[in-house]
């Protein structure tokens, strides 16, 4: 293979590495607490390569946000994911939440810690505060496709309007709150799941 063809791929790589490294360094340390020599260190490239794949702090952020949220760094948005796909072809309004509880727990399992890095920035660093807006954008958007659904079910409340319904979703559904009982309660993602999935029916179903 030539080293035309081979460079695209070793910067694949190189970015991959990078973004590795400064998901577990946000995690850790914070974004003000975080910078691209340690990034650069742990991530066994110089600084330059770094800032030549993201030249601002935000921007690595967002792409590590971007990457935990869909679990790799293809191209494909996360509602045109087969799994998205599967949800759509549930059978009943319980197999439809209980499939979108999972989705989102495996999905917070990767990005939860990190979304609370944007938040907790977000007041000090506008473009953490605009970061976390699309990101919240980006949840509630997701939600609203869930529930448009589970509508197909006609299932829901009769007293639920959709955007209360999209309210309520986005409120059981939040990385806060699976961060509050994975971290202080304790719990592990399976529990989160059940409790999650029950919430959830309780609160949309009929009956």
């Not at 694949?12 to 360094?25: D, F, P, S, Y």
């Not at 699976?178 to 971290?183: I, M």
Request: with cysteine.
């Amino acid at each position: 293979m030539s080293d035309v063809n081979t460079r695209p791929r070793r910067s694949e790589v190189t970015r991959q590495r990078i973004v590795r490294a400064a998901h577990g360094l946000f995690a850790e340390r914070g974004y003000a607490g975080t910078t691209f020599q340690e990034v650069a260190d742990a991530a066994g490239v110089s600084v330059q390569t770094v800032y030549f794949h993201y030249n601002a702090k935000s921007h690595l952020l967002k792409h590590v946000v971007d990457v935990a949220s869909a679990g790799d760094d293809a191209p494909v948005p996360l509602l045109e994911r087969p799994w998205f796909a599967e949800l759509r072809a549930s059978a009943t309004p319980r197999e439809a939440i209980g499939r979108w509880v999972h989705a989102s727990g495996v999905i917070f399992d990767r990005v939860a810690a990190i979304l609370a890095v944007v938040r907790d920035a977000a007041s000090a660093d506008a473009d953490m505060a605009g970061q976390w807006r699309v990101n919240a954008e980006q949840r509630r958007t997701a939600h609203a496709a869930f529930l448009d659904i589970l509508d197909g079910f006609d299932a829901l409340r009769p007293e639920l309007d959709r955007e209360r319904a999209i309210d309520v979703t986005v409120g059981l559904l939040s990385p806060d709150l699976f961060l509050v009982l994975r971290r202080e309660c304790g719990w592990d993602t399976a529990r989160w799941e059940e409790w999650a999935a029950d919430q959830l029916a309780h609160a949309l179903l009929i009956g």
